[in-house]
C-alpha cells in the first residue's frame, strides 16, 4: 500500500473513531475511542511527514467518502456495538469491548496465577460444529418439505414434484455452501490483514499498544490498574502479543476461523441430507401414500431435531421437538395454500 493510501486509511480510521465516541459519549468506551481517534491522527501525520519529505505534494484535507459517511451515519443512529462487524472490516479496532467480560491468555512467566492464565469457558468446538449441522440439516428439512408441499398443493403429478424436490436440494445445498465457504473465507482475510497491520503498530510503537490494550480492558470490566499492569505484560512478550491483540482488541479468535472448504462441504452435506429426507420418501412410497409419508418422515425427523437442539439450550427436549415442529409445520401448510392458490388462478 502506498504512503498516500496508508495516510487516508489513517484519516478515516481518525473520522469513524470519533464517530464511534460520539455514540459512546459518556461511557469509558468513549475515551477508547477518542485515544484510538488520536493515534490515528498521529499516524497520518507520520504518513504526510513521509510523502513531504520524499519532494511529493502534501496530501489534500481528509474528505470522507460516501461509504465512511454512511457507515459514520449508521454508527450514530444504530450505535457502534451493532456496526461493529462492518466498522471492524473498515480497521476501525476496538470492536472487542462488546464481547464477552476480559479472559485474556497471559504469557508464562514464574509469578504467574494458574488461575488467571486460565481462558473463560465457552463451548467446544466441536459443539459448536455439531450444532451448526443440526441447523443446516433442519434448513434442509423445513426448506424442501416446504417445496414439496408447495407444488403438491399446485396439483402437480408425482413426477413433477418428485424432480422439483431434487432441484430444490441441490440449489439449496450449493447456495449454503457458497455462502459459507464466502463467509469464511472473508474471515480468514480479514483476519490476515488486521492482523498484520497489527503487528506493524506494535513494531512502532509499542506504548500506544499497551495504553489502547488497557483500555479495552477496563472497558470491558477489569480495575484500571489491573488492566494497565496486564497490559503491559502482554505486550512485552511478543509471541502472546499479537494473540491478546487478535482475540481481545480485534475481537478475532484464530482458533475458530476454520476451513472455508471444510464449512463448506459440511453446510452442503447437512443442508442436502435433510432436504433428502421428505424426498427419499416421497420417491419410496406409492403414488397415493407418497404425499402422507413424506409429510410423516418430515414430522418425525422435525422432533428429533428438535429434541437434538436441547443439548445446547438446555431446555425440556419436549418443549423444544414441539417448537421446532410447529415452526416446520407452518412453513410446510403455507406452502401448501400459496401452490393451491396458485393453481387456482393461473386456472
Not at 155 to 170: F, N, P, R, T
Not at 184 to 202: A, I, K, W
Not at 232 to 254: C, M, N, S, T, W
Request: one cysteine or more.
Amino acid at each position: 500500500m502506498s504512503a498516500l493510501a496508508n495516510h487516508a486509511e489513517q484519516q478515516r480510521a481518525a473520522y469513524l473513531y470519533a464517530a464511534c465516541a460520539r455514540a459512546e459519549a459518556g461511557t469509558i468506551r468513549a475515551e477508547l475511542f477518542a485515544r484510538l481517534a488520536g493515534e490515528a491522527q498521529a499516524q497520518a501525520a507520520i504518513w504526510r511527514a513521509r510523502i513531504t519529505s520524499r519532494g511529493l505534494p502534501a496530501p489534500p484535507p481528509f474528505a470522507p467518502d460516501l461509504r465512511t459517511r454512511l457507515v459514520a451515519r449508521l454508527v450514530a443512529t444504530l450505535g457502534p456495538r451493532r456496526l461493529r462487524t462492518v466498522l471492524a472490516a473498515m480497521k476501525v479496532r476496538g470492536m472487542a469491548v462488546y464481547g464477552a467480560p476480559v479472559g485474556v491468555r497471559l504469557p508464562p512467566g514464574p509469578a504467574a496465577d494458574p488461575e488467571a492464565n486460565r481462558p473463560p469457558e465457552k463451548i467446544p468446538a466441536s459443539a459448536g460444529g455439531l450444532r451448526a449441522v443440526v441447523l443446516g440439516v433442519n434448513d434442509g428439512l423445513v426448506s424442501n418439505a416446504s417445496l414439496i408441499l408447495g407444488v403438491a398443493g399446485a396439483g402437480s403429478d408425482a413426477k413433477l414434484v418428485l424432480v422439483s424436490g431434487i432441484a430444490g436440494l441441490a440449489a439449496g445445498a450449493f447456495a449454503v455452501a457458497a455462502g459459507e465457504y464466502v463467509a469464511v473465507r472473508m474471515q480468514h482475510e480479514l483476519f490476515d490483514h488486521q492482523v498484520g497491520h497489527e503487528r506493524t503498530v506494535l513494531a512502532q510503537s509499542p506504548e500506544s499498544e499497551v495504553q489502547e490494550l488497557a483500555l479495552i480492558y477496563a472497558a470491558k470490566g477489569l480495575p484500571q490498574r489491573e488492566a494497565a499492569r496486564l497490559a503491559k505484560r502482554i505486550v512485552a512478550d511478543p509471541d502472546h502479543a499479537l494473540d491478546a491483540f487478535a482475540r481481545d482488541e480485534l475481537g478475532l479468535d484464530p482458533d475458530e476461523l476454520g476451513s472455508p472448504a471444510a464449512s463448506a462441504a459440511t453446510s452442503l452435506a447437512a443442508f442436502a441430507g435433510g432436504a433428502a429426507l421428505p424426498l427419499v420418501a416421497f420417491a419410496a412410497a406409492p403414488a397415493a401414500s407418497a404425499l402422507p409419508l413424506a409429510v410423516g418422515v418430515a414430522a418425525l425427523a422435525l422432533v428429533a431435531l428438535g429434541a437434538s437442539l436441547s443439548l445446547f439450550t438446555g431446555r425440556s427436549a419436549w418443549r423444544s421437538a414441539a417448537r421446532v415442529l410447529a415452526i416446520g409445520a407452518t412453513a410446510g401448510l403455507a406452502a401448501f395454500g400459496l401452490g393451491q392458490l396458485v393453481a387456482a388462478v393461473l386456472g
